[in-house]
Structures are given as C-alpha cells and as structure tokens.
C-alpha cells in the first residue's frame, strides 16, 4: 500500500482527476486552494500579490501498482506543461 | 462562487444574459427620441402688472419697486430685473438652474399675494407667466400664393391651422403674415359734413341693419309658424346701398358718403420668402413634447393637407429648428462608428488575434446599449451629451477587458486549460481591474452631482460613462472569461497564416523594439535622477509661463447651425413702404451676395394682436425682421459668424438704418448660441447711464466689434392731442369723447360683423386712407357736441409733438442699461472682457454710473468654480481608490504627479491649436485626471510586483516598463485614438464637443510619455527612501536590543 501525495497548480485539477480514473483509483482526498512553494524552481503558488496562482493538494491510498501507474500519467501531465509545476511524493503505509 | 467562476460553468445562461441586456439597449435606442441637449427646465418667470395711465416713471415706483423688493427674498433668486414702460410692469426673475420651477412659481405666488394690498388701487392684479425654451416655435412654414391671395387666410386657417394643430404634441398653430378678409366702409369726412352725418351714426346704422330678429310665433289655422326679420346683408354689396339719412328730402345712400371696399385688412404684417410676398405659419409645441417627432409628424401631414389647397398655394419650410438636431446627432452616429472603428484597429493592431479582438470589441455594443436603457428608462433623449458620453466611453471600455484577456492568454500560452484558465486568470487581475475601473468612475460618479447649468448637462455625462463603465467592468469579469473558455486556443505559431506572418511580424518586431528602447531610456533615466526632475520641473514651469497667459477662455463654443437672424430698425415712425423697399433691397443684394443662403424670410409691419408669437417679437411699421437658413456647415465654405460679419458691415453702410442686430446662430446666449461680450451699467440718472452707454459703445468698436446693442430705446417722437379742457367743457364734451371720434375716424369703429358661411369678417368704418394722412387731416377732424354743433378738433386743442420716455429697465433692484457686443473673429470672451474692462478702467465714467460684465459671464463663472471644485474632489477620491488598492500613501502620491503634465497636456493643446477653454474643455481636463493615473497604476502595480518577487529596485522598475509598455500604450491609445473624432470633428455641432476631445487627447497623450519616465523616476525616489527608513529603523532595532543588556 502506498500512500500518494499529489501538490499541483490548481489549474490541472482536471487532468488530475482524470489521470486517477484512468488508473481507476476511486478514493482520494483533495485540498483546494492550498499555498506552496517548490524546493527547486517554478514559480511558488501562494495567492499573494507578488504569485496569485494557488495549488491544490491530493492525496490517495492505493496499491504500490495503481501508485506505480499514476505516477507515470501525472509525469505525462507534468511534462505536457512544465511550467504549472506538479509534484508527487509517495511513501509506504501499513495496511492494518 | 465567484462571477468569473460561475459564468465560464454556464456559459449559456451568461451568453443570454448579455444578449437580453443588448435587446433592452436594440429596442430603447429604436424608441429613443433625439434632442439636440438634454431637457433643461426654463428658470425664467416673468410678473407683469398692468396700471394703466401710468408713466414709465410712476410705474417704476408704484409697481416695479415695491414687487421687487418683495420678491426679491424668493429662495434661490439669481438675478430680479424689471421693466417699467406706461401702463405695464413686467418683472423677470431669473431663478438658478436646477430649481424646480413648480416650487419657485408657488414662492412668487405667496409673495404676490402678500405684497398685493400695497400695489396703487388702479393696478391690476399681476400675473405670472413663464417662459422657455419650448415656447420658442418648431418649424416656421411659408406659404405664397398668387390668385387665391384674397382668401388665403380662411384657406390657412380651415386646411392647415386647424389641421396641424389636431397633430399630437402641437401646441400651437398661428398664421402671421396673411391679411385678414374685412369689408371697410371708407368715409369722405367733406361729404359726411355735407350730410351732417358722422362716422359713429353710420356704424350704429350698420348695426342696427345687420340684424336677424325672431319676431315670436304665429297661429294660422292648425299650424305654428316662427315669425324672424331676416335682414343680415347677405352680399358686401348690400351696404352701399343702406340710407344713411336724408337731405333736401331725397335719400343719402351710404355709396354716396362712402365707399365700401371688401377686400384685405390695412396695414398688417408683410412677409416674404426669398423675395415673394407670402405668409408664414408657425408651430410652437407643447411643452416638454419632442420637437423631432412633431415636425417629422408635421412633415408627414404636409403633402397630405396640400392636395386639398388650391394649387396656386405653395407650402415651404423657413426655419425647420429640428434640422440642425437631426444632422448634429447624424454627425455624432458618424464620429461614434469612426471610433469603434478605430479601436477595432488598434485592439488587433497589438493583439495580432482575430478571435481575442471579437472578445474584446463585443464588451463595446453591450456597454453602449446598457446605457441607453438606462436613457430609456429615465425618459431621456438621444442628444449632444448623451452621443458624446458614448463616443467617449468607447476607449475606455476595452481596457478592462483587455487586462483580463491578457492574463487569460498568458495563464494559455502557459498550458492551462483554456476553462480553467479563464477562471484562474481573471481571479488574480480582478481586484487589479475594478480598482481601475473605480478609479475611472471617481471621476464621473461626482459629475452627477454637480449643480447649476454644468449639472444639467453634465448629469448624463456622468450617468452615462459611469454605466457604461460598471458594464462594461460587468463583461470584462463574466462575458471575457467566458469566451476565453470557448473560444481562446493555445497560439501555435507555426501554424499562423502567410499574410497573418506577412503583417505581423513586423509590428511584433516594432513593439519589441519599442519595449527594449524604452527599457534602456528608463534605465538611463534610473541612474540620472536629478536630471530627470529637474527636467520634468522645468516642462511644468516653463509650459505654465509661455502657456497659462496665451490661454483664453469661453463659455460654451458658438455652434455654427446654419441660422442667421437679423432685425433692422429704421427711425421710429418710418412708413411701411419705405421699410419694405429696403428690405427687398437687403433681400435681393443679400441673396445675390451669398449663395450659401438658401432660404431667406422677412417680416416688416406692425403684427396683428391675435398673433401671439409675431407679437411677442418687436415689430412695428419701422422694423424688419429676417430668418436666414444657409444649411449644412459640413455644405459651405463660410461659417454663419463669417456671413454675419459680412452682413454687419453691409448694414452700417446705410444711413437711415438706426440700429441693427445681425445674431449669428438666431440667438444669443444659452447653449451652442452666438456669444457675446455685455457690459451692465448701472445708475439712476438716464442722461449719465445713456452717455456712459455711449462711451462703452465706442469702446467696443474701436475693439473691432461691428455691432453694438444698447438695450435702452431712445425716447420715442409721437404727436399727441393736447385738449383744452375749459373748451371741451364748454360744448358739453369730456376728454374721453373726444378721444373716441378720434380713434373712430383714424382708427375706425367696428361697426359690426358680416357673416358668410359660417365666418365673421369686421366691418370696419372710419376715413378714407386719402383723409387721414398729415396733421392737417388730424385737425379737421369734425366733433360734434352734444347739442349737435360741428366743432372742429383745432379748436379744441392743440397737436404737439413729444418724445415718450423709453422703458427703463431695472436689474438686481437698480436701474441699468446694458450695452451687447457680439464678438470678432478669432476673440473669446475672455480677450474681449479683459479689453473692454481696461477701457472701462483707464477711461472712466460718468459719476454715479457703475459697470459689471453682465450676460453669460455669470454663469461662466460659477460653472467654472462648480468645475475646479469638482477637480479637486476628483483627485482626493482619485487617491483614496487607490490608496486603498496599495494600501500605501506613497504609491498613490507618486502616481498622481501624472495629472499635473496632463494639465501640461492640456494647456499645450489648447494654446497651440488656439482654442479657448471652454466648460467642454474643462469637463475634458476634469476626465483626464482620472484616465491618466491608469497607466501609473499599472506601472507602480507590476513594480511592486517585481520587487515582491525578490528583483532589486531599479530592476523592478526597468522589468515592469519592459513588460507593460504594450498593455499601456494599447490602453492610451485606444482612449486617445478614440477622443480623435470628437476631437477632430467637422460635422455638425462638432464645435461643442471638440474641445473635450482635444483636452483629452493632448492631455492624454502628453501625461503617458511623461509619466512613463517620470513617475518610474518617482517610484526608484521613494521607495529607495522608503528602504534605507526600513533599514535604519532596524538597524536602530538591533542597536537597542544590543544595548539593553549592557544597561542591565
């Protein structure tokens, strides 16, 4: 099992959601209108003056293949539009 | 949910939205009707009292004084000025704009009433009339005829009068011009003397033989049967044969004393249409009705009523006053397609996208047409203010949508969604827009509140941009977005059309260019500060001194409406013939003169009474008055004022004439009229005020004026009938008798009234022409006493000649007479006020006589006050929107050293194109403010942005005029490109308006290349103050806190 953190400008909300469809993941938890800032480029997402685009923030509990699938569409999404900057970050749960 | 938000979901109900409020706007413009200028309530009542056998004098002290200084505590009072002449009192109060006339007329009849008790017995009781500009007739129409002259009246009167005036909104309908049908009983005085008859014996005569008398009824057998005297003349003809008396025992048949004669009233008023003997009938309308729809209702009657007159009769139109509305408003419709046209131009011009320019130019007719709803629910008109609003808005109302559309295509060009992106990109510029958007109506909100004549015609100024504005703000959150998200693809260059990269790459690599030379002439200007102030401090100084002296100013601009109107005065008492030659004389030279005149009308004679408006104008035998139509300016070379100046020399030239007044545009004064310079002199001694009217009078003609008007008339020569009264005593005789065979001899009695189908015609008996024309004539004039002695009138008194004193006129509760002097080419009011006031100054005037600059001046004044006062409540709202939108006083401070090199815009505009400042130019400066802090505010805006994003000081500022010149110079020159038209108008009516297109404009133009080095300069100043505080304040910060432990 693999927990899924998903962080994106909130303008590929749509492409997200149905990159998780594709790979048929039904759960997830989504924040709206979240700020962040990127560890290395990209422009930070933070709703202020200065950067007015806001991020939205996922995160998913699946299986380590469907994690392994989704991974690759939202690359495909990252890489399709660089500049809106996509992040994900996985990490192994217990099941219990 | 956000608008944006809610609209790019639902883009159909959004769509339909819009396309319902342009329906509303389609059917309010269809429904609208056009005026020239906005409904403006008259502000004018006049009293007049009547107390007869009073002199000027006694009038001016028994009535004039006592009512004025009653009513001269009415509330809202501008200026109180009377007229005293024999018999009358007639006192006008001029009330200040805006005031309800309904109340101020209810506070005249409140004081009157207190204030009646105090007035001499014999007065009577005073009346209150108003006046305005709606009782100033419509359409004048003209009518010749040739065989069916003798009955053109009672043709007229039944197969047009009566018709027109059954026409919905005519108030109206009076011939003028056209004799009256009356059989004359015309008397040689010898004979009747002769017969012992008189003039009185034969109208009680006539009377008493014109007669039908119901005698009862009688009873024959089963029957009733009515018994009448059935002896009213049935043929003209009959009267001469009535007997009148008889002598030496034969019959004296009237045909013997007299001669009867049916035929045309005496001595009535004459006109004539380009030279041929006619008539004219004038259309008032109902007030508050609108004159284009009546005379288009009119002329649509017209062809109608004339296939019922006989086909001698010809109908033409003198003066048709809602000519000049229809092409000045076709002018404007003009100018506004010009300027959609033009920012259709420069939207596509740097979008370089054909679908973003659809987006943006449809925010256009959806704004334009909310604001005629808006006309259209307020029962207002198309007119001069209201077109002109919208040839103004134009520019501006793509500016917010453009800023949206942007950052749309940028959030695209990105990879967003085009959806989502229409979401997103409008949320972050929102705030950025509607600040900018306020900012604009802190300029027009407050105009709709300013009072007085500027209020009246600036109240739809305000209302109008303001609406179009909010709507257009409206479209540019919901419509643009909208259609960004269905319409807006990502650009892909490669795929862009031959002649697409043809025309654009160039102007690309133009606008490129433009941004990297002006982001070095910034950075140069970054790092020399000093000179740069010192510069931009040295533009305003110097423009201030060369210019603010060469500027003159104005009320509101003369428009040039194709009507000239001219009335000439011959000395009084001239005979009708001699008036008549000269007139035909001025008529044929004129016409030949100026071939720009296409038709020309004139009256001369004295008008009947029952002719209200012909009564209400001067006239008399002595007196021509002319209607001259030249038509389109846009048609003729020479302007009205250029004609007029012609003519104004013409008529000097002749001696006899005794004064003139040629009135360029037919009247002076008020909106778009012929303007004019008048000096008020005021004092109680006439022989003072007329010399010291003199004085100035000459003063003006060596200023170069041609004509002068001075309103006080010369004391007028008549002759009058002094009575003895111990020898009218003496045979039995009043005054009052003698008074009466006198009028009934010059004048004639009616005696009665001969009826034919229906009509009554005067039957009018007194001398014959030949019997009473010198003051011989007048003399043998018989009397007779009571005991029936014939008495001729020498020898009960005298004939002298005497000079009647003129009217004195009295104004502000002082008597005054006021000298007017339109003025000469290439013045405005301001030169000649200045001028005539030096005069005034350095030559003195007779003691007791003051002056003051009357006639618009007033106004002026107070309008331009209400205007700078307006201003500065402009720039304070200016700045508290946006303090508010950079929560700082700084930002707002250095942006609005913009406005003043818009005023150094101004000032250059006007000077240099040599136009006064007139209320529509002050308007135009008042607009600028509020435009001009845009492309401040977009600068400051990404300045700080930049610097919020990590970018030192000047770099921030050198990046964001980089990359924001195109989004201001799109606006700037969407605004200016659009104020063009206006500005460069040549249509109709155009004078009015160009004054505000060139302020705005010049100003304009002039504050952007300024502003877009200076205020950057400003910004660098200020804000690198602002750090090294910030810096010293933590330093200092530090510094304590080091030392607070060391003191422990």
Partial sequence: MKAVFIAYNEAQGAAVLEALEKVFIKGFTLWEQVQGRGSRDGEPHLGSHAWPTMNSAMVTFVEDDASKRLKERLKEIDDLKPALGLRVFTWTIDED | MSLFSSAVKKPITTALIFVAIAIFGIFSLITLPIDLFPHIESNTIMVMTSYSGASASDIENNISKPLE?????????????????????????????????????????????MVKSYLPDGASNPVIFKFGSDDIPILILSVTAKESMAGLYKIMDEKIVNELARVNGVGSVSVSGIPKREIMVLCDPYKLDAYNLTIEAISSLIASENRNIPAGTIETGSNTYSLR??????????????????????????????????????????????????????????????????????????PKLEKNLPSDIKLNVIIDTTENITRTIGSLERTIVITLLIVMLVVFFFLGRWRATIIILITIPISLLASLVYLYATGNTLNMISMSSLSIAIGMVVDAAIVVLENITSH???????????????????????????????????????????????????????????????????????????????????????????????????????????????????????????????????????????????????QDNGRISVTVQLPVGTRQEITR???????????????????????????????????????????????????????????????????????????????????????????????????DLYGYDFGATDEAAAQVSSWFKELGVKQTVISRDDYIPEYQVDLDREKIAQYGLNTATVATFLRNRINGAIASEYRESGDEYDIRVRYAPEYRQSMKDVENITVYSSTGQAIKLRELGTIVEAMTPPTIARKDRERYVSVTAPLPDGMATSDMNEAISAKIEE????????????????????????????????????????????????????IMFAVPFAFVGVLIGLVLTGTPLSIMAMVGAVMTIGIVVNNGIVLVDY????????????????????????????????????MLPLALGRGEGSEVWRGMGMTVAWGLSVSTVVTLVFVPVLYTIFAAFGLTRKRKKALKAANQTQTIPQNS
């Fill in chain 2, 943 to 978: 300045a700080n942005l930049n610097r919020e994003r990590g970018m030192g000081i000047i770099r921030a500022v050198v990046d964001s005029g980089h990359s924001r010149l195109r989004p201001v110079l799109m606006t700037t020159l969407t605004t200016v490109l659009g």
């Fill in chain 2, 229 to 302: 005297v059935q002896k009213e003349f049935g043929s003209s003809k009959e009267i001469e044969d009535l007997v009148v008396g008889s002598y030496n025992g034969g019959n004296v048949y009237l045909r013997d004393v007299a001669r009867v004669v049916d035929g045309l009233q005496e001595r009535s008023q004459e006109s004539f249409i380009n030279g041929q003997l006619g008539g004219m009938v004038i259309i008032q309308k109902q007030t508050g009705e609108n004159s284009v729809q009546i005379v288009d209702k009119v002329k649509e009657e017209l």
């Fill in chain 2, 412 to 558: 695209i060009d990105k990879g967003s969604n085009p959806k989502q992106a229409a979401v997103y990109a409008t949320n972050e510029v929102a705030m950025a827009v509607v600040a900018s958007s306020l900012t604009t109506l802190a300029v027009f909100l407050p105009m709709t509140l300013v009072s007085g004549l500027a209020g009246i015609m600036f109240r739809q100024l305000g209302w109008m941009v303001s609406i179009v504005i909010t709507v257009s703000t409206l479209c540019a959150l919901a419509l643009t977005p909208m259609m960004c998200s269905t319409m807006l693809r990502a650009q892909n260059k490669d795929k862009d059309a031959g002649w697409y990269k043809l025309i654009f790459t160039p102007i690309n690599k133009f606008l490129d260019w433009l941004s990297r030379t002006y982001a070095r002439i910034l950075d140069w200007a970054l790092r020399h500060k000093r000179i740069v102030v010192a510069i931009a401090v040295g533009i305003l100084a110097a423009v201030g001194a060369i210019c603010g002296p060469l500027m003159k100013s104005e009320f509101i601009p003369e």
């Fill in chain 2, 581 to 679: 030659d000269l007139a035909l004389e001025l008529d044929r030279r004129w016409r030949a003169e100026f071939p720009e005149i296409q038709r020309l009308g004139l009256a001369e004679g004295t008008a009947d009474s029952d002719n209200m408006f012909a009564s209400m104008r001067s006239n008399g035998s002595h007196i021509i008055s002319m209607n001259i139509s030249c038509g389109s300016m846009e048609k003729r070379k020479r302007s009205i004022k250029e004609i007029s100046n012609i003519m104004m020399s013409e008529l000097a030239e002749y001696n006899q004439i005794r004064r003139f007044n040629v009135v360029a545009g037919g009247q002076q004064g008020g909106m778009g009229g012929q303007t004019v310079c008048q000096i």
């Fill in chain 2, 843 to 894: 030559n003195g005037l007779p003691a007791g006589v003051s002056w003051k600059i009357g006639g618009t001046y007033d106004d002026q004044v107070q309008t331009f006050k209400s205007l700078g006062l307006l201003m500065v409540l402009i720039i304070i709202l200016v700045f508290i929107v946006m303090a508010a939108q950079f929560e700082s006083l700084t930002y707002p401070f250095v």
């Fill in chain 2, 69 to 113: 200084n009653t009513l001269n505590s009415v509330s809202y009072l501008k200026h109180i000025s009377s007229q005293s002449r024999e018999n009358v009192s007639v006192i006008s109060l001029e009330f200040q704009y805006g005031r309800d006339i309904e109340t101020a007329t209810n506070d005249v009849r409140d004081k009157l009433e």
